[in-house]
């Protein structure tokens, strides 16, 4: 008797080629639901539809099609066990050989505006899911593939075999588990953030890494849903692999770089902070003013552009050595000019605007979840505390300091001037340290410049630092209980004073 495959698919990408080759290579009978069906026979491939063989119609409007013992039986039947043999003897069922499952698209679904809770529970595939489940717990007996990208893996074990391996069915089985399991974890987010109440989270691994963060920590690569998103749609030009480290700081700086839009800007991260971080007329000066800020540390960075790389651009990054570069596109000529430097990771991440709704943290016996800090900074609902008000290019620069501070370890502090950090503190266990280091770091350029701190001043000690360095101005989210007195500091010392309302911590 031919072999039997039951392929029922909401993707059909590949299906007609799989189906042509199972039926005219390999002498394989295919059952098929609804849609699949008509595809395959539109192309002219015999086929059964499951509710001819089955003997029961697909009913309440194609919410039930394959959820029948004859289908169920065929799939989860044992070999290998008399009485499960015999059963299927006695029902006249079909031992299935091969099953071909993917989902209907929810995650698509519930991506698109306006859509309804309607909408989506109507997307909630029932029969896709029990068929992998049941043919993955059987993958003793028979194989299942729920991604196009398996049909030719497939073809290939028939080819060489005669019939799919036990190591190669055990992988697949583990791939259609795995692939439940994000569909239910899907599931579960969206009607949980409904309620406002529950997170869940879980992911397919895409690439194992070297390592960690060090070269003694195992690690691995994990994509979210089953559509490919943020990191995981980009594309890379040219370069080794990435590491962990490096898609730790290629996050970082994808997060500053999305805090500008209206003018070209760039950025450079060292260790998750930026080292340097500019806006100007045009990428390449924006690019060039970021370097200079802190050409030491600029090496062996991370750079991350809101423009296309244009050639001049391109020339400029190969002068140093760099891990990784990502902007929104590259032209033919700059990518010419960046093979000079084939190690450097060259991404192009058209949006990258869009990242994480959460951020997670691992605790012992359990982890953190919180909103992601993506507040837009809006100047209009800042507080002028000081007697000097501010002209409109001076909050033009206090609000560039403001969204570089963002995404600075806390205790933050950042010095700016035009539209450039002059100095970053990062990560201090007080304030006044960050300061130093940040002045220290901007030397006599501090003198004009502006200064943004991302917590309150609990003393007036950081105002008085700042003005004897010759900061013009401050940005800070004020909420001490002593800001009276960093307010009195600043106005006897001639300095701006804005306070946001706003705090950004970052740990």
């Given at each position: 008797?031919?072999?039997?495959?039951?392929?029922?698919?909401?993707?059909?990408?590949?299906?007609?080629?799989?189906?042509?080759?199972?039926?005219?290579?390999?002498?394989?009978?295919?059952?098929?639901?609804?849609?699949?069906?008509?595809?395959?026979?539109?192309?002219?491939?015999?086929?059964?539809?499951?509710?001819?063989?089955?003997?029961?119609?697909?009913?309440?409007?194609?919410?039930?099609?394959?959820?029948?013992?004859?289908?169920?039986?065929?799939?989860?039947?044992?070999?290998?066990?008399?009485?499960?043999?015999?059963?299927?003897?006695?029902?006249?069922?079909?031992?299935?050989?091969?099953?071909?499952?993917?989902?209907?698209?929810?995650?698509?679904?519930?991506?698109?505006?306006?859509?309804?809770?309607?909408?989506?529970?109507?997307?909630?595939?029932?029969?896709?899911?029990?068929?992998?489940?049941?043919?993955?717990?059987?993958?003793?007996?028979?194989?299942?593939?729920?991604?196009?990208?398996?049909?030719?893996?497939?073809?290939?074990?028939?080819?060489?075999?005669?019939?799919?391996?036990?190591?190669?069915?055990?992988?697949?089985?583990?791939?259609?588990?795995?692939?439940?399991?994000?569909?239910?974890?899907?599931?579960?987010?969206?009607?949980?953030?409904?309620?406002?109440?529950?997170?869940?989270?879980?992911?397919?691994?895409?690439?194992?890494?070297?390592?960690?963060?060090?070269?003694?920590?195992?690690?691995?690569?994990?994509?979210?849903?089953?559509?490919?998103?943020?990191?995981?749609?980009?594309?890379?030009?040219?370069?080794?692999?990435?590491?962990?480290?490096?898609?730790?700081?290629?996050?970082?700086?994808?997060?500053?770089?999305?805090?500008?839009?209206?003018?070209?800007?760039?950025?450079?991260?060292?260790?998750?902070?930026?080292?340097?971080?500019?806006?100007?007329?045009?990428?390449?000066?924006?690019?060039?003013?970021?370097?200079?800020?802190?050409?030491?540390?600029?090496?062996?960075?991370?750079?991350?552009?809101?423009?296309?790389?244009?050639?001049?651009?391109?020339?400029?990054?190969?002068?140093?050595?760099?891990?990784?570069?990502?902007?929104?596109?590259?032209?033919?000529?700059?990518?010419?000019?960046?093979?000079?430097?084939?190690?450097?990771?060259?991404?192009?991440?058209?949006?990258?605007?869009?990242?994480?709704?959460?951020?997670?943290?691992?605790?012992a016996g359990g982890f953190l979840v919180q909103s992601a800090d993506d507040i837009i900074a809006d100047p209009t609902q800042w507080q002028v505390v000081t007697e000097r008000q501010p002209t409109p290019s001076?909050?033009?620069?206090?609000?560039?300091?403001?969204?570089?501070?963002?995404?600075?370890?806390?205790?933050?502090?950042?010095?700016?001037?035009?539209?450039?950090?002059?100095?970053?503190?990062?990560?201090?266990?007080?304030?006044?340290?960050?300061?130093?280091?940040?002045?220290?770091?901007?030397?006599?350029?501090?003198?004009?410049?502006?200064?943004?701190?991302?917590?309150?001043?609990?003393?007036?000690?950081?105002?008085?630092?700042?003005?004897?360095?010759?900061?013009?101005?401050?940005?800070?989210?004020?909420?001490?209980?002593?800001?009276?007195?960093?307010?009195?500091?600043?106005?006897?010392?001639?300095?701006?004073?804005?306070?946001?309302?706003?705090?950004?911590?970052?740990?």
């Amino acid at each position: 008797m031919a072999r039997l495959a039951l392929l029922s698919v909401s993707n059909k990408t590949g299906i007609i080629d799989l189906a042509r080759s199972l039926v005219a290579e390999f002498g394989f009978d295919i059952i098929s639901s609804g849609g699949t069906a008509k595809t395959l026979k539109d192309a002219g491939i015999p086929v059964t539809k499951v509710s001819d063989y089955t003997g029961s119609p697909e009913i309440l409007g194609g919410r039930v099609k394959t959820l029948h013992p004859r289908i169920h039986g065929g799939i989860l039947a044992r070999r290998d066990v008399a009485q499960d043999v015999t059963d299927l003897e006695n029902n006249q069922i079909r031992p299935i050989d091969l099953v071909v499952v993917n989902l209907y698209p929810f995650e698509e679904t519930i991506a698109k505006p306006g859509v309804t809770l309607a909408d989506a529970v109507e997307q909630i595939d029932i029969g896709g899911p029990a068929m992998l489940r049941a043919s993955s717990k059987n993958y003793a007996h028979l194989t299942v593939l729920c991604d196009p990208a398996q049909y030719g893996e497939y073809l290939q074990e028939l080819g060489q075999n005669g019939a799919a391996s036990l190591e190669f069915r055990q992988k697949c089985a583990l791939k259609g588990f795995l692939h439940t399991a994000s569909y239910d974890n899907a599931i579960a987010a969206y009607l949980g953030g409904i309620q406002g109440s529950e997170f869940t989270m879980s992911g397919t691994q895409i690439q194992s890494l070297r390592y960690g963060e060090n070269p003694h920590q195992p690690a691995a690569w994990y994509q979210t849903g089953s559509t490919p998103t943020g990191w995981t749609a980009a594309t890379k030009l040219q370069g080794k692999e990435l590491s962990y480290n490096n898609l730790v700081d290629l996050e970082a700086a994808r997060r500053i770089i999305a805090e500008f839009t209206e003018s070209p800007a760039a950025t450079i991260i060292k260790h998750t902070n930026p080292c340097g971080t500019a806006e100007a007329e045009t990428i390449f000066d924006a690019y060039q003013k970021a370097f200079n800020a802190d050409s030491i540390s600029a090496f062996g960075g991370i750079i991350a552009l809101n423009r296309p790389i244009d050639a001049a651009t391109a020339t400029e990054l190969t002068k140093t050595f760099l891990e990784c570069v990502v902007a929104p596109g590259c032209d033919e000529e700059a990518q010419e000019i960046l093979t000079k430097k084939g190690n450097v990771r060259v991404l192009i991440l058209p949006d990258l605007l869009t990242g994480p709704k959460e951020t997670v943290k691992a605790v012992a016996g359990g982890f953190l979840v919180q909103s992601a800090d993506d507040i837009i900074a809006d100047p209009t609902q800042w507080q002028v505390v000081t007697e000097r008000q501010p002209t409109p290019s001076e909050l033009a620069e206090l609000l560039f300091a403001w969204k570089v501070c963002k995404h600075v370890k806390s205790n933050a502090i950042v010095i700016v001037s035009d539209r450039t950090t002059l100095g970053v503190g990062a990560g201090q266990m007080n304030r006044v340290g960050s300061t130093k280091i940040a002045l220290e770091q901007a030397g006599e350029k501090a003198r004009g410049a502006f200064l943004a701190s991302d917590g309150f001043f609990p003393f007036d000690d950081t105002v008085r630092a700042a003005a004897a360095a010759g900061i013009t101005a401050i940005v800070q989210p004020g909420g001490s209980l002593k800001d009276k007195d960093s307010i009195k500091a600043a106005n006897e010392l001639g300095l701006l004073m804005v306070i946001t309302g706003v705090r950004h911590f970052l740990h």
